[in-house]
């Protein structure tokens, strides 16, 4: 079975930083492209970032960009986003999701995390 | 990457068919055969109803279906049932391998 876990959020300051985690399991994790997408409390989904399958490729929404890096390490099944200079307006809730093709690029996502809440608040 | 423009809120009643319109651009929508639609229900993660336009995953009730006329994609709804009420959301490629949701419809089944 497919599973994606989050995790990493938490109450942060503006200007502060931020890990998230997404630990994959059930598949083969280095075949397939990830993507962060986040949803404001009561608002409505946001692609973040997408990261290919070796990690050497990268792209951000221009709302992110300069401030988020996504990452992943094949060897330990695991996706991240490192998020600084964090803002009220990234205050989400932030899901991994998988690409639904294996092996490229892909526009849909098959599977989704459960999500981590970020909070950016004083 | 501006949002792509779908209805605030449709509505319709069980048996009945109801279609949620996903307005873009000649630079996303238009432009490419990507647009996915996602069903979400309050307190969960989203899923996949339809991609690549038209497509629909395995185990997704063909009730649910996809099709698109130039800058506009639509998702279509017959048979509706209780379960169906959720909010939806279009997605479609915009180039450079980055995405843009819509806004979201809220879909009651009065």
């Known amino acids: 079975e497919v599973q994606l876990v989050e995790s990493g959020g938490g109450l942060v300051q503006p200007g502060g930083s931020l890990r998230l985690s997404c630990a994959a399991s059930?598949?083969?994790?280095?075949?397939?492209?990830m993507h962060w997408v986040r949803q404001a409390p009561g608002k409505g989904l946001v692609w973040v970032s997408r990261?290919?399958?070796?990690?050497?490729?990268?792209s951000y929404a221009d709302s992110v960009k300069g401030r988020f890096t996504i990452s992943r390490d094949n060897a330990k099944n695991t996706l991240y986003v490192q998020m600084n200079s964090l803002r009220a307006e990234d205050t989400a809730v932030y899901y991994c999701a998988r690409g639904i093709y294996s092996g490229s690029y892909s526009s849909s996502f098959d599977h989704w995390g459960q999500g981590t809440l970020v909070t950016v608040s004083p | 990457q501006s949002a792509l423009t779908q209805p605030a809120s449709v509505s319709g009643s069980p048996g009945q068919s109801i279609t949620i319109s996903c307005i873009g651009t000649s630079s996303d929508v238009g432009n490419y055969n990507l647009v996915s639609w996602y069903q979400q229900h309050p307190g969960k993660a989203p899923k996949v109803m339809i991609y690549e336009d038209s497509k629909r995953p395995a185990g997704v009730s063909n009730r649910f279906s996809g099709s698109k006329s130039g800058n506009t994609a639509s998702l279509t709804i017959s048979g509706l049932q209780a379960e169906d009420e959720a909010d939806y959301y279009c997605?479609?490629?915009?180039?450079?391998?980055?995405?843009?949701f819509g806004g979201g419809t809220k879909l009651t089944v009065l």
């Open positions: 997605c479609s490629y915009a180039g450079s391998s980055t995405l843009v």
């Open positions: 059930g598949f083969t994790f280095r075949s397939y492209w």
């Open positions: 990261i290919n399958s070796d990690g050497s490729s990268t």
